[in-house]
């Protein structure tokens, strides 16, 4: 068998208009609300990194300039952090600096199909990762890279899957499982876009961490608007399952929906009892909350 070749770019689309963050997103962009210190999107940079991506391409948009500034240098803030002596701050700060980072924008933003279709002549003729803005992923071995090593062992697109409550299926990607090829590691018959919870066939949700072909971009620049008059990555997964095969892999770690407000709000609190300068104070804060709320 041919080697597959290595994953080195990723994408994370992050032009969408987060209706459900009214009005917090009018101007501001959904990616850069803070968990804790640090922007959501900046979690996802950096599982980027861990997983050995070299170079990453945000998809952006209207509204959205102010993810590009983060990942740029500011020399005054850094000569001012300097001259003070606070080291820490600084390095906080030139974290985000000299990273292989582009940035593209969706002009009309029509689902996340269209959004990974705009990374084209980014990617090439090369497998890539597909991260959303908007999904915090925890494992000791971070999932985009278990992704990536699935896809060197078997050459395939491989995308991640977690078991979500039954009433709660329409409100994602499902896979139809067909067998599974080792363990948690499943062939699927059809890829299906928010099914009604009757139709469902099963409750493994797609999350937001994909590994693909490139073979993905034609299917996709032939592709009609699918589910809510959008362009579904989902769909031409279907379309890519049918001409090469797509494997599904179940993620056994913690996943963080922050892409809406009881998902961010539940994020912070479990980022706050893990970082250093709040994790203490929230403990007693939470404990003294719990017992007025009896
Ligand atoms: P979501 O559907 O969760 O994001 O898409 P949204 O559209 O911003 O949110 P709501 O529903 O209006 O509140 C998942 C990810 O895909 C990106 C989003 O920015 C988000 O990170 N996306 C979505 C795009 O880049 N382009 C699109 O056309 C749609």
Redesign the pocket.
């Known amino acids: 068998m041919l080697k597959a070749k290595k994953v080195r770019k990723a994408i994370i ?9 009214l009005p917090a997103t009018k101007a501001s962009p ?2 850069m609300l803070p968990i804790v210190d640090k922007p959501t999107i900046q979690y996802i940079v950096e599982e980027a990194r861990k997983s050995g991506i070299e170079e990453i391409l945000i ?1 952006t948009g209207k509204g959205k300039r102010a993810i590009e500034d983060h990942f740029d240098a500011v020399p005054e803030l850094e000569d001012n952090l300097r001259a003070k002596g606070k080291i820490k701050m600084l390095e906080s700060v030139e974290e985000t600096t000299g990273l292989d980072m582009y940035f593209k924008r ?1 002009s009309h ?4 199909g ?2 990974v279709l705009t990374a084209k002549t980014f990617v090439g003729n090369e497998p890539f990762v597909v991260m ?3 999904d915090l992923m925890e494992d000791k071995v971070p999932l985009t890279k278990q992704l990536v090593d699935s896809f060197e062992q078997t050459g395939a697109s491989t995308l991640a899957v977690l078991p979500v409550p039954h009433e709660e299926v329409s409100k994602y990607g499902v896979i139809d499982p067909s067998e599974q090829v080792e363990e948690g590691l499943y062939n699927v018959s059809r890829f299906v876009e928010k099914p009604a919870v009757e139709d469902t066939p099963s409750d493994l949700a797609i999350i937001g961490r994909y590994v693909l072909t490139p073979e993905i971009f034609e299917i996709l620049e032939n592709q009609q608007p699918g589910e809510g008059n959008e362009v579904q990555l989902t769909d031409a997964i279907d379309t890519l399952n049918k001409k090469q095969r797509v494997f599904a892999k179940v993620f056994n770690g913690d996943r963080y929906d922050v ?1 809406n407000k009881f998902g961010f709000l539940k994020t912070n609190i479990e980022y706050g009892l893990k970082h250093p300068e709040t994790k203490d104070e929230l403990k007693d804060y939470i404990k003294d909350l719990a017992k007025r709320l009896d």
């Open positions: 689309p992050a032009a969408g208009l987060g209706t459900r963050f959904k990616e998809i969706q933003p029509q689902g996340l269209d959004a959303l803005g908007d892409g």
